[in-house]
């Protein structure tokens, strides 16, 4: 069963994560043939192997980064303005300790819902 928790966290994942990784991705093989993106192509293009994965691991962290800040903003939001977050008259904040830790470990969102699975820990 589907819970209004898990939705969100699909919705998160997709949109937020699974596809700016994949927009960079493609970017790197110069799929994007609009022209404000040829100069980055052609500098991603001029690195080599190892510092073109220094910069995916940027992005990612990036991105993760973001989407981390995006919902902790939004859970301390919902506590200090009173809104509400529903999904399917849920208020998704009821499920949860603190929405921002829901993508983490082996259930969290990033394993579960990100074709990307659980981001890399660097020691």
Do not use: Y
């Amino acid at each position: 069963m589907t819970t209004s928790l898990d939705r969100l966290g699909k919705l998160v994942m997709q949109r937020l994560r699974d596809e700016p990784f994949e927009f960079f991705e493609k970017l790197t093989q110069g799929h994007w043939k609009g022209p404000s993106l040829q100069r980055l192509h052609r500098d991603l293009r001029s690195l080599s192997p190892e510092q073109l994965q220094i910069v995916r691991r940027c992005v990612r962290f990036a991105v993760d980064e973001g989407i981390h800040s995006f919902l902790f903003g939004l859970q301390e939001a919902c506590e200090k303005e009173k809104l509400e977050l529903r999904i399917q008259g849920d208020n998704v904040l009821d499920l949860t300790d603190g929405l921002h830790g829901e993508l983490f470990t082996e259930d969290g969102w990033q394993a579960r819902f990100s074709k990307f699975g659980e981001a890399p820990r660097e020691d």
